[in-house]
């Protein structure tokens, strides 16, 4: 359990460190790969909702900047 604590906290000082674009366009692809997995388990098909959460999450967190410390 420590190991995977230990690698989540590696992970999360690392992605925190990043500037304001790459962590906003990181965030808006892990939000898009999200949306897609789960769109995958659900009837009906389209990609247009993961894109739109994808680009939507991007512009959110770069117009308010999340990490800005302050």
């Known amino acids: 359990m420590d190991a995977l604590r230990s690698l989540y906290r590696r992970a999360d ?3 925190r460190g990043l ?5 906003a366009l990181l965030i808006g692809f892990v939000s898009a790969v999200g949306v897609f997995a789960v769109r995958l388990l659900l009837p009906g ?3 247009f909702g993961p894109v739109a959460m ?6 959110v967190y770069y117009a308010f900047d999340p990490n800005n410390k302050s």
């Open 13 to 15: 000082d690392r992605v």
């Open 19 to 23: 500037s304001r674009l790459p962590y």
């Open 45 to 47: 098909s389209g990609s």
């Open 54 to 59: 994808g680009v939507a999450m991007a512009v």
